[in-house]
Protein backbone atom coordinates (compact mmCIF):
# COMPACT_ATOMS: atom_id res chain seq x y z
CA UNK A 1 0.00 0.00 0.00
CA UNK A 2 1.15 3.31 -1.19
CA UNK A 3 2.09 6.08 2.02
CA UNK A 4 1.92 9.60 1.99
CA UNK A 5 3.30 11.16 -1.51
CA UNK A 6 4.53 14.74 -2.07
CA UNK A 7 5.93 16.27 -4.82
CA UNK A 8 7.99 17.71 -5.86
CA UNK A 9 10.79 16.25 -3.53
CA UNK A 10 12.85 19.38 -4.17
CA UNK A 11 12.61 23.11 -5.44
CA UNK A 12 14.65 26.14 -5.52
CA UNK A 13 12.36 29.41 -6.31
CA UNK A 14 13.49 32.67 -6.24
CA UNK A 15 12.20 35.56 -3.97
CA UNK A 16 9.07 36.64 -4.76
CA UNK A 17 7.99 34.19 -6.78
CA UNK A 18 4.66 31.42 -6.02
CA UNK A 19 5.06 27.73 -5.37
CA UNK A 20 2.88 25.08 -4.99
CA UNK A 21 3.51 21.83 -2.98
CA UNK A 22 1.50 18.29 -3.85
CA UNK A 23 0.25 15.64 -1.40
CA UNK A 24 -1.51 12.17 -1.96
CA UNK A 25 -2.57 11.07 1.35
CA UNK A 26 -2.53 7.03 1.91
CA UNK A 27 -5.74 5.04 0.89
CA UNK A 28 -8.74 5.99 2.60
CA UNK A 29 -7.49 9.13 5.01
CA UNK A 30 -9.70 12.03 4.47
CA UNK A 31 -7.65 14.20 6.34
CA UNK A 32 -4.30 15.82 5.19
CA UNK A 33 -2.21 18.08 7.37
CA UNK A 34 0.73 20.53 6.17
CA UNK A 35 4.10 21.33 8.54
CA UNK A 36 6.62 23.48 8.07
CA UNK A 37 10.23 21.96 9.57
CA UNK A 38 13.39 24.44 9.46
CA UNK A 39 16.56 22.80 9.84
CA UNK A 40 17.46 21.91 13.81
CA UNK A 41 13.86 22.44 14.85
CA UNK A 42 10.68 20.30 14.68
CA UNK A 43 7.73 20.51 12.39
CA UNK A 44 5.48 23.63 13.01
CA UNK A 45 1.69 23.00 11.60
CA UNK A 46 0.47 25.23 9.22
CA UNK A 47 -3.01 23.95 7.50
CA UNK A 48 -5.47 20.44 8.23
CA UNK A 49 -8.31 19.71 5.72
CA UNK A 50 -11.01 16.67 6.61
CA UNK A 51 -13.38 16.65 3.81
CA UNK A 52 -12.20 19.62 1.93
CA UNK A 53 -12.89 21.96 4.65
CA UNK A 54 -10.14 23.75 6.65
CA UNK A 55 -9.93 22.62 10.09
CA UNK A 56 -7.18 24.40 11.72
CA UNK A 57 -4.48 26.93 10.78
CA UNK A 58 -1.42 27.83 12.53
CA UNK A 59 0.46 30.71 12.94
CA UNK A 60 1.64 31.63 9.14
CA UNK A 61 0.86 35.00 7.64
CA UNK A 62 -1.94 34.78 4.48
CA UNK A 63 0.57 34.06 1.40
CA UNK A 64 0.31 30.57 2.94
CA UNK A 65 -2.83 28.87 1.53
CA UNK A 66 -4.35 25.50 0.85
CA UNK A 67 -7.06 23.34 -0.15
CA UNK A 68 -8.44 19.97 -0.41
CA UNK A 69 -9.60 17.76 -3.54
CA UNK A 70 -12.55 15.45 -3.83
CA UNK A 71 -9.85 12.48 -3.76
CA UNK A 72 -8.74 14.27 -0.80
CA UNK A 73 -4.94 14.96 -2.38
CA UNK A 74 -3.89 18.45 -0.88
CA UNK A 75 -2.07 21.50 -2.42
CA UNK A 76 -0.02 24.11 -0.14
CA UNK A 77 0.47 27.55 -2.03
CA UNK A 78 3.11 29.86 -0.84
CA UNK A 79 2.78 33.61 -2.51
CA UNK A 80 5.36 36.31 -2.53
CA UNK A 81 8.42 33.97 -1.41
CA UNK A 82 10.68 34.80 1.53
CA UNK A 83 14.62 33.54 2.05
CA UNK A 84 12.64 32.45 5.39
CA UNK A 85 10.01 30.13 3.93
CA UNK A 86 13.14 27.58 3.12
CA UNK A 87 12.64 24.98 5.17
CA UNK A 88 11.32 21.31 4.59
CA UNK A 89 7.87 20.87 4.11
CA UNK A 90 6.04 17.73 5.49
CA UNK A 91 2.31 16.57 4.85
CA UNK A 92 0.54 14.22 6.95
CA UNK A 93 -2.59 12.01 6.33
CA UNK A 94 -4.78 10.23 9.22
CA UNK A 95 -7.94 8.03 9.56
CA UNK A 96 -9.05 10.80 11.92
CA UNK A 97 -6.93 12.78 14.84
CA UNK A 98 -4.43 10.18 15.89
CA UNK A 99 -2.33 7.93 13.63
CA UNK A 100 -0.65 11.07 11.56
CA UNK A 101 1.58 9.12 8.84
CA UNK A 102 4.01 11.44 6.93
CA UNK A 103 5.26 11.49 3.66
CA UNK A 104 9.04 12.45 2.91
CA UNK A 105 8.58 15.90 2.61
CA UNK A 106 9.28 18.88 -0.42
CA UNK A 107 12.77 20.42 0.15
CA UNK A 108 12.25 24.15 -0.69
CA UNK A 109 14.98 26.17 -1.22
CA UNK A 110 14.33 30.53 -1.62
CA UNK A 111 17.61 32.53 -3.19
CA UNK B 1 -0.04 28.13 24.51
CA UNK B 2 0.64 24.57 23.65
CA UNK B 3 4.36 23.70 24.30
CA UNK B 4 6.81 20.72 24.12
CA UNK B 5 10.18 20.58 24.94
CA UNK B 6 12.80 17.53 24.78
CA UNK B 7 16.02 16.96 26.21
CA UNK B 8 18.78 16.59 25.74
CA UNK B 9 19.08 18.04 22.53
CA UNK B 10 21.79 15.93 21.31
CA UNK B 11 22.95 12.43 22.82
CA UNK B 12 25.92 10.75 21.78
CA UNK B 13 25.89 6.85 23.32
CA UNK B 14 28.05 3.54 22.96
CA UNK B 15 26.73 0.66 21.35
CA UNK B 16 24.65 -0.81 24.17
CA UNK B 17 24.79 1.74 25.96
CA UNK B 18 20.76 2.44 27.58
CA UNK B 19 19.62 5.81 28.15
CA UNK B 20 16.24 7.57 28.32
CA UNK B 21 15.33 10.90 26.26
CA UNK B 22 12.59 13.10 28.11
CA UNK B 23 9.50 14.95 26.32
CA UNK B 24 7.93 17.65 29.06
CA UNK B 25 4.50 19.35 27.96
CA UNK B 26 1.71 21.68 28.78
CA UNK B 27 -0.95 20.64 26.06
CA UNK B 28 -4.47 21.40 26.80
CA UNK B 29 -6.87 18.74 26.94
CA UNK B 30 -4.17 16.60 25.31
CA UNK B 31 -5.17 13.91 23.27
CA UNK B 32 -2.27 11.68 22.84
CA UNK B 33 1.47 12.03 22.77
CA UNK B 34 3.16 11.31 19.82
CA UNK B 35 7.30 9.79 19.13
CA UNK B 36 8.35 9.74 15.82
CA UNK B 37 11.86 9.11 14.58
CA UNK B 38 13.35 11.56 11.35
CA UNK B 39 16.61 10.34 9.54
CA UNK B 40 18.11 13.06 7.34
CA UNK B 41 15.87 14.66 5.10
CA UNK B 42 13.09 12.15 5.75
CA UNK B 43 9.53 12.78 6.59
CA UNK B 44 9.15 11.65 10.58
CA UNK B 45 8.26 8.12 11.43
CA UNK B 46 5.53 7.05 13.63
CA UNK B 47 6.79 4.70 16.66
CA UNK B 48 4.00 5.17 19.62
CA UNK B 49 0.90 7.09 20.49
CA UNK B 50 0.13 7.44 23.73
CA UNK B 51 -3.05 8.29 25.55
CA UNK B 52 -3.35 8.14 29.20
CA UNK B 53 -0.79 8.70 32.57
CA UNK B 54 0.54 5.18 33.18
CA UNK B 55 0.67 3.60 29.82
CA UNK B 56 3.77 1.94 28.41
CA UNK B 57 4.25 0.91 24.37
CA UNK B 58 7.25 -0.57 23.31
CA UNK B 59 8.43 -1.90 19.91
CA UNK B 60 12.23 -3.73 19.59
CA UNK B 61 14.42 -1.56 22.13
CA UNK B 62 12.15 1.28 22.62
CA UNK B 63 10.00 1.82 25.34
CA UNK B 64 7.76 4.98 25.65
CA UNK B 65 5.99 5.79 29.32
CA UNK B 66 3.72 8.95 30.08
CA UNK B 67 3.08 10.61 32.82
CA UNK B 68 0.73 13.64 33.69
CA UNK B 69 3.62 16.36 32.21
CA UNK B 70 6.32 14.03 30.63
CA UNK B 71 6.68 11.22 28.31
CA UNK B 72 10.00 9.81 28.43
CA UNK B 73 11.76 7.14 25.32
CA UNK B 74 14.02 4.34 27.05
CA UNK B 75 16.39 3.00 24.60
CA UNK B 76 17.69 0.00 25.75
CA UNK B 77 20.89 -1.79 24.44
CA UNK B 78 21.09 0.37 21.30
CA UNK B 79 22.48 -0.38 18.37
CA UNK B 80 24.13 2.30 15.51
CA UNK B 81 21.02 2.25 13.53
CA UNK B 82 19.07 3.75 16.37
CA UNK B 83 21.11 6.52 15.35
CA UNK B 84 18.15 9.70 14.41
CA UNK B 85 16.84 12.47 15.49
CA UNK B 86 13.25 11.50 18.17
CA UNK B 87 10.26 13.82 17.73
CA UNK B 88 8.01 14.29 20.56
CA UNK B 89 4.17 15.71 19.60
CA UNK B 90 1.23 16.58 21.81
CA UNK B 91 -2.09 16.34 19.54
CA UNK B 92 -4.77 19.24 21.52
CA UNK B 93 -8.17 18.65 22.58
CA UNK B 94 -10.94 21.19 21.01
CA UNK B 95 -11.14 22.11 17.43
CA UNK B 96 -7.40 22.77 16.73
CA UNK B 97 -6.64 19.42 15.15
CA UNK B 98 -2.81 20.20 14.97
CA UNK B 99 0.12 18.37 16.07
CA UNK B 100 2.86 20.51 18.47
CA UNK B 101 6.22 19.30 18.29
CA UNK B 102 9.60 19.70 20.60
CA UNK B 103 12.51 20.57 18.57
CA UNK B 104 14.03 16.72 18.79
CA UNK B 105 16.76 14.71 20.37
CA UNK B 106 19.64 14.03 18.01
CA UNK B 107 20.57 10.67 18.90
CA UNK B 108 24.07 9.47 17.87
CA UNK B 109 25.01 5.31 18.47
CA UNK B 110 28.65 4.71 17.96
CA UNK B 111 29.90 1.08 17.15
Known amino acids: DAGVTQSPTHLIKTRGQHVTLRCSPI?????VSWYQQVLGQGPQFIFQYYEKEERGRGNFPDRFSARQFPNYSSELNVNALLLGDSALYLC??????????FGSGTRLTVV | EDQVTQSPEALRLQEGESSSLNCSYTVSGLRGLFWYRQDPGKGPEFLFT???AGEEKEKERLKATLTKKESFLHITAPKPEDSATYLCAGNSGGSNYKLTFGKGTLLTVNP
Open chain 1, 27 to 31: SGHKS
Open chain 1, 92 to 101: ASSVDRDGYT
Open chain 2, 50 to 52: LYS
